[in-house]
């Protein structure tokens, strides 16, 4: 079987059905599914597009094993041909270990565009042992073994009766044919419905498969497709050494499960490092039987598959019972930001010695009396067209940090105005003009570190709790990247994790940006504080703009990558509702847009 996500904790963790599927804004995770903050956002500059929101579930059969001594882990990524004939990366799926067949459950969003060709390129990886410890969005292609690819346009697909194509992977070099394999795609249309099911599952006296010690189960849960063949939709976590487990609660969408009445296949494994899971048993059941289930507080029994040419399935001991069961409703970014929830950025800029001496013309601090501008001074006008647009009143409480004022001591928290009582500068214009003025007061100095302006963006989070509990802060730091407070750092965005707070954290220039990434924690562990507290959530999203200025990403995409995430996990917390909003309800999904 093997899918496992292979990436954290050896392929133990659960996949496609836990916490974040709350989220619309984390539906998408690595498949690059809609954002509605970016869209809303393109919408105002007349970038239009019409769609079919698609989903695409991938698998493949007889893979070439490019390991020594197990089968090869490996992932799928899927690019889309652009008019000039580069690829454009949609998403990659998990890293399934020790498998030639990867049923993958990480889906992959796609708009069908009826009017566009649009050609797919399907790339399928074997991902090194070494690397299984690094998101797939992070690993690097090229230091993965190559194991084959296929093509195809859309419209292909999702012509197709069944929605189902097969197509045989093949060397990058066609003209060289071999056979490495085959690759099927299914396609479906997105479900717009926002009724979300979250259950808590547990297991009695599941049949033990270990010989010196007791079965590490895990369950997977499939949706049967009209073909009559099925499509896994989540995987929960492993739990290690018991017969009797309980999982944490798995959140299932409406685009997961169809409808309550959709038959879905439950099977228990037994987890092996080695991707050999052996099956402990199966049962099928709709959404409506485990709420029945719920209800009568009674168990289902698993069955093992028939045995022999005649066996019948065999119902064993082991019973799934459904501990928690509940109906929620999906609320999206944009429900809250049209319904009144306002956003309110402050912006934090470096002035530590570190980025050169503002009068070199080498520093990134650089002010070029030709006009042209320096790194600060270009992030600052990027960023700023982004943030401005969602910020409810265009003020900015700006700062600076790491500087020392002319006479005076070093200051890692100063406003930026330069006098005591502005805290807020106007718009983006505002900002530009502070931060110029601001070295007519100050001198670059140090050490760097963040902590000081964390906390002050917390106490103004915090202040308006008294008052507003619609309002949410996203704190800019602009940086080189180089700090010197990490446990400080760490123990202040721990402490803000429980409040209305963000922080995009943009690095200029080539420094190492390793400590960034860390505070990121993008590598699906949590922050922990000095007195080893895990944050409630994630709030920081690191953006180094010499990817975006090589093209790699967008600026845009990439600051409000995480923010409506972050942004819903907050309010889904703490129980708030968008404005006006009290009976679940269906709606179709807005337009998306290009550039």
Not at 489 to 518: C, H, W, Y
């Amino acid at each position: 079987m093997g899918n496992c996500l292979s990436d954290v904790k050896g392929g133990k963790q659960a996949v496609g059905g836990v916490g974040h599927r709350m989220d619309p804004a984390a539906a998408g995770g690595a498949g690059g599914g809609p954002n509605d903050a970016v869209d809303l956002f393109y919408a105002t500059k007349g970038l239009h597009a019409f769609y079919t929101p698609i989903e695409l579930s991938l698998s493949a059969s007889k893979l070439r094993d490019r390991d020594i001594v197990s089968k090869s882990d490996p992932m799928a990524v899927v690019s889309i041909k652009k008019r000039d004939g580069t690829l454009e990366e949609l998403g990659r799926t998990e890293v399934i270990m020790n498998n030639l067949d990867p049923l993958w459950i990480q889906k992959i969003n796609i708009m069908y565009q009826f009017e566009t060709v649009q050609t797919l390129i399907f790339h399928v990886y074997d991902v090194d042992t070494k690397y299984h410890n690094i998101p797939v969005k992070d690993l690097k292609l090229k230091d993965q073994d190559f194991l084959g690819e296929g093509s195809c346009v859309l419209s292909e697909i999702v012509t197709k009766r069944n929605r189902s194509l097969t197509l045989d992977l093949h060397n990058r070099n066609a003209h060289v044919p071999k056979n490495l394999g085959q690759f099927t795609v299914l396609a479906e249309e997105t479900v717009t419905s926002r009724t979300a099911v979250e259950m808590t599952l547990r297991c009695t006296n599941l049949e033990n498969k270990d010989l010196f010690s007791k079965s590490d189960p895990f369950l997977r849960i499939s949706r049967i497709v009209e073909t009559g063949g099925s499509v896994p939709i989540c995987k929960t976590e492993v739990v290690d050494n018991n017969l009797n487990p309980i999982w944490r609660p798995v959140c299932l969408t409406m685009q997961q499960f169809m409808n309550k009445d959709n038959p879905l296949v439950i099977e228990c494994f037994d987890f092996n490092n080695s991707g050999n899971h052996v099956l402990i048993g199966k049962l099928q059941k709709t959404v409506a039987d485990l709420e029945n289930l719920h209800k009568s507080r009674v168990g289902a029994n698993f069955t093992s598959p028939p045995s022999g040419f005649r066996g019948n399935e065999k119902v064993l001991k082991g019973q799934l019972f459904v501990e928690g069961y509940a109906e929620k409703q999906l609320y999206s970014f944009l429900d809250y930001i049209s319904s009144g929830f306002e956003l309110s950025f402050m912006v934090a800029v470096d002035f530590t010695a570190s980025n050169g001496n503002p009068r070199s013309t080498d520093s990134l601090h650089y002010i070029d009396p030709s006009g042209r501008l320096n790194a600060y001074q270009r992030a600052i006008m990027e960023v700023g067209d982004v943030i401005q647009f969602y910020d409810s009143d265009k003020r900015f409480p700006a700062w600076g940090f790491g500087a020392r004022a002319y006479g005076g001591t070093v200051s890692h928290c100063f406003n930026l105005a330069g006098s005591p009582g502005a805290v807020e500068v106007e718009g983006v214009t505002g900002i530009m003009a502070a931060y110029a003025s601001a070295f007519q007061n100050f001198t670059l100095s140090g050490p760097t570190l963040f902590g000081h302006v964390v906390n002050k963006a917390a106490e103004i989070a915090v202040e308006s709790l008294k008052y507003n509990q619609h309002k949410y802060f996203v704190l800019l730091i602009i940086t080189d990247g180089v700090i010197t407070d990490m446990l400080e750092t760490k123990d202040a965005l721990v402490r803000a994790s429980d409040l209305p707070l963000s922080v995009l954290i943009v690095g200029v220039g080539n420094a190492d940006f390793t400590q960034m990434e860390i505070l990121d924690a993008d590598n699906g562990h949590r922050l922990e504080n000095s007195t080893g507290r895990v944050a409630t959530r994630d709030i920081v999203q690191f953006v180094p703009m010499r990817e975006v200025h090589s093209g790699q990403i967008s600026v845009v995409e990439a600051l409000l990558e995480e923010l409506p995430g972050q942004f819903l996990k907050y309010m889904s917390c703490r129980d708030i509702i968008p404005h006006n909003i009290s009976a679940p309800q269906t709606s179709a999904p807005g337009p998306s847009y290009v550039v």
